[in-house]
């Protein structure tokens, strides 16, 4: 069975429980994700075979995080120990007009000291067909960008897809090396982007707007400065508070522009990990629908994460697919 591969930190997140702050509270709960761990579990409760690449600390808390993520039957043999401890961060859920906050204390972690020869890529990528990585890997350290563009350069000679999600934090490139520089090189090796107007100006050093004229000329630059790129999705926020959202999704696919109607999300129980459930509906949806239905089944996935408590969807294609064909009444399922 074909694989798809992910790559990134894992962590720790540690949160007080409902919608409280830490200064009102003594018990906390604690849950584990990353961006690219989201995306692969995700994919992986869809019922298809995903391995995850990482760095994780060698203790109980490591061993913890492992089981959870053979909970899901991820495929975790490529996965390597460190004396370092896990990435932790620490999450305040925000409500109505209150925002969220979030603290990452992952500057030393088991991940942190990750290099290309602690990853045998060849082994790794041998039943692979498609590779998904995001802006947060390079950003961390030069050992995770060299890491990673020695397995996207290996997953294109091989004839893999490749889908970037290139977000662009600025506070984390932290390690001397341009970001624009560094993005633009893991790009010459993707096939699919899936990221908005932000990271397109990033990469492309422009200021095109919002609007969808705009974004349909700012991914026709895009591939035209990376031919390797066939098709741009982009996942459209509009919030109305921190606890009232929309998403939709559009696209443009060489030829054509795209865009689905809005799923209004009238109360969000978590936000963390809708955008990797976004892309992981997306990489599902591409294997087995038209770019159309993708589109409809990564938005309604992505509207649908935004109602399990943690990181990760825990959402099934059945689950989806009644979004997608316009089930949203939340009634009971008999």
């Known amino acids: 069975m074909s694989q798809i591969i992910t790559f990134g930190e894992v962590l720790m997140r540690i949160s007080p429980r409902g919608n409280r702050k830490f200064i009102q509270s003594n018990t906390v709960e604690f849950y584990f994700g990353g961006t690219e761990l989201n995306v692969g579990l995700s994919i992986a409760h869809f019922g298809e075979s995903v391995k995850h690449i990482t760095c994780i600390s060698n203790d109980f808390i490591g061993n913890t995080a492992l089981a959870y993520l053979n909970k899901f039957d991820l495929d975790t043999t490529a996965i390597v120990r460190s004396n370092r401890p896990l990435g932790v961060y620490f999450l305040e859920v925000g409500a109505v007009m209150r925002p969220s906050q979030i603290s990452y204390n992952r500057s030393h972690s088991a991940f942190s000291e990750i290099k290309p020869s602690m990853v045998d890529w060849e082994k790794s990528l041998a039943n692979g067909s498609w590779f998904h990585w995001t802006g947060i890997t390079p950003a961390l350290t030069q050992g995770s960008f060299d890491t990673l563009k020695e397995g996207l350069k290996l997953a294109r000679k091989k004839g893999m897809q490749v889908s970037a999600d290139p977000t662009y934090r600025s506070g984390l490139w932290k390690y001397g090396v341009d970001p624009k520089e560094a993005l633009t090189e893991l790009l010459h090796c993707s096939t699919i982007f899936i990221g908005g107007i932000n990271e397109m100006n990033e990469v492309l050093g422009t200021d095109f707007g919002y609007s969808n004229d705009e974004f349909i000329e700012a991914s026709k630059l ?13 996942k459209i926020r509009t919030s109305i508070n921190s606890s009232w959202h929309k998403i939709r999704a559009r696209m443009w696919n060489g030829k054509k522009f795209y865009e689905t109607q809005d799923f209004d999300i ?36 992505c509207a649908l994460k935004h109602t399990y408590v943690g990181d990760v969807n825990y959402a099934t294609i059945d689950e989806v697919m009644r979004i997608v064909e316009g089930n949203v009444s939340g009634r009971f399922n008999r």
Not at 222 to 234: A, G, H, N, S, Y
Not at 280 to 296: P, R, V
């Open 222 to 234: 895009l591939i035209e400065k990376f031919p390797t790129i066939v098709k741009v999705f982009d």
């Open 266 to 301: 009238t109360h969000i129980v978590d936000r963390i990990g809708t955008g990797d459930a976004f892309a992981a509906g997306l990489i599902y949806g591409l294997q087995h629908f038209k770019d159309t239905k993708s589109m409809e089944f990564a938005s309604a996935a």
